[in-house]
């Protein structure tokens, strides 16, 4: 009973409630990039506090678990601590760390990995290989992609993102990681969505006619895609638009349409149509050309894609006559990455025109010894398994959500000799690869790489051999 009572009394002495003011040391950065401080050993998390700094802190969210809460004055700022450059970065929280050094940043997502293989996996940090993060010489304008969500104030279209936990758009003008050309791209399409009075989608009443901007650039080849994302295939005056387009932007190379009349946070619906230009754009990486569709899952950091892709082909340490499985393929790029090094090389992506878009590059490559099917890994490798295939290698590079919990059980299944796992989510990489660890499989190194400088991703490339 005094048990009970103490421990009672330990819960209403750390009471925490909304509002309340208190000072924190911050002591590392949370997986989105947020503070991280303890007030009687609760959980404090403080976007925009760096490590080491003291701060005076106002509790804006409790739960049991932990609180949340806003600077209300550093007392002790890190010197780490810069100027953001980005005008608009505290109200667009499109990026979460331009207020840190950039050295810094490489620094706090290493330990970001770190942090999730402590919390998620039974393995001893310390004796766990995760090499420094590679970097960017230039961090900025590397972003090939661009999907701004649109809106209308008054009469001027705007296109930008969600402000953090919030549904107020932030217009984006001339952002700093996006390619210089998706700034100029987006701005003149709002205008000419402006000048036609073209109905804007809106989400709360759920109506209106466009609701998305996407523009891709091929940061080598030069090629711009506009994707304008429609509630319906008929929208008035669509034409007009596209001659528009046409005349304003004369370097758009390929003008696509898709359809998403759904009531849902996903940007791209099941049908699209191609109106004008070419129906896919190519882009470059090393000496190998891809064919880019709308829909198409393609990195959206060129230039540190080819860091990510060499460190996954020396993982994969193949000798010219290894049985390859390359699961999430997308347009086949990891694959085309590693076909000289293969025996055979064999993809899977659920998106049709994705594998329609490998097949072509492969082809287009002269590469006879590349297979792509649609459907999902689990499907189709205890199929190749049973014919008698079996993979020496399994390339996973999944959904932030992690490998497909049906995926894992059958890579552990199938017990190729190596697994390279290409993942954008320290948690859900840790998660999996503690399933992997307790069927076998050795964590070899884990390498960080800094595809989306600024905001608090980090991609990495881990190899697990088997025994």
Request: charged share 25%; glycine share 6%.
């Amino acid at each position: 009973m005094n048990q009970d009572k103490q421990k009672k009394g330990l819960q209403q002495s750390v009471s925490i409630e909304i509002g309340q003011k208190l000072p924190l040391t911050i002591k590392r950065l949370g997986i989105n990039g947020e503070g991280v401080g303890y007030f009687k050993r609760q959980v404090v998390f403080v976007p925009g506090a760096l490590p080491n700094e003291e701060i005076v802190a106002e509790i804006t969210k409790t739960s049991p678990r932990f609180s949340e809460a806003k600077i209300v004055k550093i007392r002790t700022a890190s010197k780490e601590r810069i100027t953001p450059p980005c005008p608009i970065y505290n109200e667009c929280g499109g990026c979460q760390l331009q207020h840190l050094n950039y050295e810094a940043t490489l620094r706090e997502k290493r330990d970001i990995m770190k942090q999730a293989f402590e919390r998620h996996t039974r393995l001893t940090t310390e004796n766990l290989d995760i090499r420094e993060t590679i970097g960017m010489e230039d961090p900025w304008y590397y972003r090939n992609k661009s999907q701004l969500q649109v809106a209308k104030k008054g009469e001027k279209v705007l296109a930008g993102l969600f402000a953090m936990n919030s549904h107020e758009l932030i217009d984006l003008t001339d952002c700093m990681v996006q390619h210089p050309a998706s700034n100029r791209v987006t701005t003149v399409i709002k205008q000419i969505l402006s000048d036609f009075n073209i109905s804007i989608y809106n989400e709360r009443k759920n109506k209106g006619d466009v609701r998305t901007i996407v523009t891709r650039v091929g940061f080598e080849s030069g090629h711009i895609q506009v994707v304008l994302v429609t509630t319906k295939s008929d929208i008035p005056r669509l034409e007009a638009i596209v001659s528009e387009i046409q005349k304003r932007i004369p370097e758009v190379t390929s003008i696509i349409q898709n359809v998403n009349g759904k009531k849902t946070s996903l940007i791209f619906g099941e049908e699209t149509i191609h109106l004008e230009g070419e129906e896919v754009i190519q882009e470059v990486l090393g000496d190998i050309t891809f064919r880019l569709s709308a829909r198409a899952f393609f990195q959206l950091n060129p230039l540190q894609t080819v860091h990510l892709y060499n460190e996954v082909k020396a993982a994969a340490k193949l000798t010219g006559t290894e049985k390859v499985v390359d699961a999430y393929c997308g347009v086949g790029t990891i694959g085309l990455w590693l076909a000289k090094e293969a025996g055979e090389i064999r993809g899977m992506d659920i998106i049709e025109e994705s594998i329609m878009d490998a097949r072509r590059n492969a082809k287009e490559q002269g590469h006879q010894h590349m297979t792509y099917e649609v459907g999902k890994a689990e499907k189709w490798l205890p199929k190749w398994v049973k014919s008698g295939w079996k993979p020496d290698v399994i390339i996973v590079d999944p959904p932030r959500s992690g490998c497909d919990e049906e995926l894992l059980k059958t890579m552990i299944e199938v017990k190729p000799k190596r697994i390279v796992y290409a993942s954008c989510n320290p948690s859900t990489l840790a998660k999996d690869i503690e399933r992997l660890r307790k069927n076998g499989y050795q964590v070899k190194h884990i390498q960080p790489v800094d595809m989306f400088p600024w905001t608090a991703q980090v991609e990495s490339v881990t190899l697990l051999t088997l025994g």
